[in-house]
C-alpha cells in the first residue's frame, strides 16, 4: 500500500495540469500512454474536458490534496504501529482537514455537473458521490471515536475511509491494465467495469487491515452473538435472491453485461470466501471476538446483492436512469455500502460490550456516592436494632 501511495501522489497532484494549461507536463498520462496507447489518453482527455471544465479550480484542489492524503496515509498507519504518539495526532489532524478540503472540491463537481453530463457518466458519478460521503462519513466517526477515548473503532473507521481514498489509485492502475484484457473498449466501458468490484476491494482490504492490527481474541463485556444462525440463514437466502437476480439482469444485457457481470461475481466470490473462512476458523479456536466481526461483515457482504438489487428500480425511477446504467450503478455502490453499515454495526457492537462491562461493575462495586453510603448505614443499623 505504501508503494502505491507513494507512487501515485505526484501523480494526482498533476493529473488535471494539462486541463488548466493544454501542454502541460503530467506524469499519469505519459504512464498511461506507454501502458496503453496514446489513443486511449487522448479519448480520456477529451471526455473529461467538458465536464471537468465547468470545475476546474474545485478539481485541481482535490487532486492536489488527494495526492497529499496518498503520503499522510503510511504516515499515520506506521506511527500508529510504531506508538508515535505525538507524530500520529499531530499528522492526524492534517490527514483530517485535508480529507474535508480535498472532498469539498470533489462535492463542488459533483454539485455542479449533472449525473448524466459527467465523466463516464451517471452510474459513474453515483459512485464517486457515494464514495465522497463515505470517506467524510468515515473520518468523522474515526476524529469521534478518538476524542471519546475508542482506539479500536477510530483504527476501524479511518483505515475505512483510507480504503476509499485507495479507489482513486486503484482504479488508475485498472486503466493500464483492464485494456488487455478488454482491448477496444473506452475509458467509459473501462470505468464501468473497475466500479464492479473496487467498492467491495477497498473494504475488504480495509477489514483484513483492522482484524491483522486487532489481536484480540475476546473484547471485556462482550457476550452471546449478534450473527446467531438465523440472522447468518436469513442473509444468505437474502443474498441468493439478491444474487439472481442481479445475474439475470446484466444476462439480458448481452455481451456487455456478461463482462460487467464477470467482473462483479470473481472478486465478490474470492471476498466471500476468505471471510467465511476466516469466521469459521475464528470459531474453531474459540476467539469470540474475531469471530463476531468476521459474522457481521460476513452478513453485510451477503445483504449486498439484495441491497443492489433493491436499488435498481429505486434510481431508474428517481433520477430517470435506464436498466444498464441504474444496474451498474447499484451494483457500483452495494458492498461499500454495506461495508460502512458493518463497520457501523460492530462499533454499536462494541460500544454495547463496554456498556454490559460498565454496569456488571457499578453492580459488584459498593455504594460511593455519600447519599448512597447513608443509606447503606441506615440499613445496617435497623438491622442491627432488629
Avoid at 96 to 111: D, E, H, I, K, P
Avoid at 226 to 239: I, Q, T, Y
Avoid at 258 to 281: D, E, H, N, Q
Avoid at 297 to 319: D, M, Q
Amino acid at each position: 500500500m505504501t508503494v502505491v501511495c507513494l507512487a501515485y501522489a505526484p501523480i494526482a497532484m498533476t493529473e488535471l495540469w494539462p486541463y488548466a494549461r493544454p501542454g502541460a507536463p503530467a506524469l499519469g498520462e505519459w504512464l498511461l500512454g506507454r501502458a496503453v496507447s496514446p489513443e486511449f489518453v487522448a479519448e480520456a482527455v477529451r471526455d473529461r474536458m467538458g465536464p471537468y471544465g465547468r470545475s476546474l479550480i474545485p478539481l485541481i484542489v482535490h487532486a492536489v490534496l488527494g495526492g497529499l492524503l496518498m503520503l499522510l496515509g503510511p504516515v499515520q498507519l506506521l506511527s500508529a504501529v510504531r506508538r508515535r504518539i505525538r507524530l500520529h495526532r499531530i499528522t492526524g489532524t492534517v490527514f483530517a482537514v485535508t480529507v474535508y478540503a480535498s472532498m469539498a472540491g470533489a462535492a463542488l463537481y459533483l454539485v455542479r455537473t449533472p449525473p448524466a453530463e459527467a465523466f463516464s457518466g451517471a452510474a459513474f458519478w453515483i459512485v464517486l458521490a457515494t464514495i465522497l460521503v463515505g470517506t467524510v462519513g468515515s473520518v468523522t466517526f474515526g476524529i469521534l471515536a478518538a476524542v471519546r477515548g475508542f482506539p479500536d473503532l477510530h483504527q476501524r473507521w479511518l483505515l475505512l475511509c483510507y480504503g476509499f481514498l485507495m479507489t482513486a489509485p486503484l482504479l488508475r492502475i485498472e486503466w493500464g491494465l483492464l485494456p488487455s484484457l478488454y482491448p477496444g473498449l473506452g475509458l467509459a466501458d473501462i470505468n464501468r467495469v473497475a466500479i464492479m468490484h473496487l467498492g467491495a476491494l477497498v473494504s475488504f482490504g480495509a477489514l483484513l487491515a483492522s482484524r491483522a492490527l486487532d489481536r484480540r481474541a475476546t473484547v471485556p463485556g462482550l457476550t452471546g452473538t449478534w450473527c446467531p444462525l438465523p440472522v447468518r440463514v436469513a442473509a444468505h437466502l437474502a443474498g441468493a435472491a439478491g444474487l439472481v437476480r442481479i445475474t439475470v439482469a446484466f444476462l439480458d444485457e448481452g455481451t456487455a453485461g456478461r463482462r460487467l457481470l464477470l467482473a462483479y461475481l470473481v472478486p465478490y466470490a474470492v471476498t466471500y470466501a476468505v471471510i467465511a473462512a476466516r469466521a469459521a476458523r475464528a470459531g474453531a479456536r474459540g476467539a469470540a471476538w474475531p469471530r463476531e466481526e468476521w459474522s457481521l461483515h460476513l452478513a453485510a457482504l451477503c445483504l449486498a446483492p439484495a441491497f443492489s438489487a433493491v436499488t435498481l428500480p429505486v434510481l431508474e425511477r428517481t433520477l430517470g436512469l435506464d436498466r444498464i446504467t441504474a444496474l451498474v450503478a447499484g451494483v457500483g455502490i452495494g458492498c461499500g455500502m454495506l461495508a460502512y453499515a458493518a463497520v457501523t454495526a460492530v462499533s454499536l457492537r462494541i460500544l454495547y460490550a463496554r456498556e454490559v462491562l460498565k454496569r456488571q461493575r457499578e453492580f459488584a462495586d459498593p455504594p460511593t456516592t455519600p447519599a448512597d453510603a447513608r443509606v447503606a448505614a441506615g440499613t445496617s443499623r435497623e438491622g442491627a436494632q432488629g
